[in-house]
Nanobody
Framework: QVQLVESGGGSVQAGGSLRLSCAAS????????MGWFRQGPGKEREFVAT????????DYSDSVKGRFTIARDNAKNTVYLQMDSLKPEDTAVYYC????????????WGQGTQVTVSA
């Protein structure tokens, strides 16, 4: 059973920082790619960042590139999303997700954590 548990959300003023964590239980971590997604009020869920558990390669959406950093800690089975220079438009529920490297879809999702950025 795959479980993903996010933490670290909260409220911050524009320009501030937050770090989200995703504790993962996976059978073989090297076979998975981890991602962060978000859904703002009245918006569809969108991709934020992704990382290969095996080799650490990353990718980001244009809206967060240069401000957010995704990283993993193999010893702690945890993926992080460091969010700097936050903007009000970053306000959303942030979700951690996992997909097997052989799959096109993210099959496993966490419960989400709220991030609110005030102007």
């Amino acid at each position: 059973q795959v479980q993903l548990v996010e933490s670290g959300g909260g409220s911050v003023q524009a320009g501030g920082s937050l770090r989200l964590s995703c504790a993962a239980s996976l059978r073989t971590f090297s076979n998975y790619r981890m991602g962060w997604f978000r859904q703002g009020p009245g918006k569809e869920r969108e991709f934020v960042a992704t990382i290969n558990w095996d080799d650490g390669t990353t990718d980001y959406s244009d809206s967060v590139k240069g401000r957010f950093t995704i990283a993993r800690d193999n010893a702690k089975n945890t993926v992080y999303l460091q969010m700097d220079s936050l903007k009000p438009e970053d306000t959303a529920v942030y979700y951690c997700a996992a997909r097997h490297v052989a799959s096109l879809n993210y099959n496993y999702w966490g419960q989400g954590t709220q991030v609110t950025v005030s102007a």
